[in-house]
């Protein structure tokens, strides 16, 4: 199992680098108001065929996605400056309108919602709908292993005071993250803000990050070698200056949106280098 030895490090915040891909299209030369443009008759058409597509008569997904409910976000998972989640809920209880395809609009329903869930009981939970991914807890005989972090410090830490405040506090042994997107690991100063562990425990390694093998290096590369396309990416993918409606956006779609601010970056880590690879700690 390979350590690295360098120490946490803090990205740019998403706004900064969103910035450098908008100089092309300045925003007053869009209309983000009730003026906005609505579906065309070809795009109400051809979204009202979708209706035909799929089956919508099936409720199963609603019965399935509140399964193991505990309790609800806290202020409903708003974090001023962070992420309004409440302002993503227009789309629940409502008909697909004219401009949003139904199977999208269905699929926001579906993912804008969050709490606290039990997975598997006594043993794990997951935080979902406050940020674009989900965290996980895992529950040992002598703590908690945090799988995937999310992508803000704000939301992690918004996550496991909501899991604490239901399931208690319990030391921090590990973390995993599964793989090098930003929104599975940005929220490692959330840990620290949580009170789990320190920046210098994190740095030290005592309490093991554990990684796929080449972690630090894809994510520096992705993030920063191309972090301007990437960020340019992002803003057509997750479209977050559109105004949070049924003509802008309706739903990040892994998660209701993506958290703002800065993100960080663990890389003391230790990499897992083979199949089935047992650690202990």
């Known amino acids: 199992m390979k350590q690295s030895t360098k120490t946490l490090f803090t990205l740019l915040p998403l706004t900064m680098v969103m910035a450098q891909a908008l100089n092309a299209a300045p925003l007053d030369s869009y209309d983000f108001t009730a003026n906005s443009k609505g579906a065309t008759s070809y795009t109400a058409k051809a979204n009202q065929e979708v209706y035909k597509q799929l089956d919508f008569n099936n409720k199963k997904a609603f019965e399935e996605v509140d399964r193991g409910f505990i309790a609800p976000l806290d202020n409903g998972g708003l974090i001023k400056g962070v992420a309004d989640v409440p302002a993503m809920q227009f789309v629940q209880g409502k008909q697909a309108p004219d401009t949003v395809n139904p199977s999208l609009w269905r699929h ?76 599975h690991y940005g929220g490692i100063e959330g840990v620290i803000k949580s009170g789990l562990a320190s920046e210098q425990v994190i740095a030290s390694g005592k309490i093991p990050v554990y990684v796929p093998q080449g972690f630090v290096e894809h994510a520096v590369g992705e993030n920063v070698l191309f972090g301007n396309i990437m960020s340019r ?32 970056l663990p890389t003391t880590v230790h990499e897992i280098t083979k199949q089935k690879q047992s650690v202990t700690n």
Do not use: C, W
């Not at 918004?158 to 090098?180: D, Q, T, V």
């Not at 803003?235 to 003509?247: A, D, I, N, T």
């Open 108 to 183: 926001s329903q579906l993912v804008n919602r969050g709490g606290l869930y039990e997975v598997l009981p006594n043993k794990i939970y997951q935080v979902r709908g406050n940020d674009v991914s989900n965290l996980t807890i895992i529950e040992t005989d002598n703590g908690i292993i945090l799988y995937d972090i999310e992508y803000s410090p704000e939301t992690m830490k918004a996550a496991y005071e909501l899991y604490a405040k239901h399931r208690g506090n319990r030391p921090l042994k590990a973390i995993i993250i599964s793989h090098s997107h930003t929104d």
């Open 233 to 264: 990416r992002a803003v057509y993918q997750y479209g977050f200056l559109l105004p949070k409606s049924e003509k802008g956006i309706t739903t990040a779609a892994l998660g209701p949106l993506v958290a703002a601010g800065a993100n960080g």
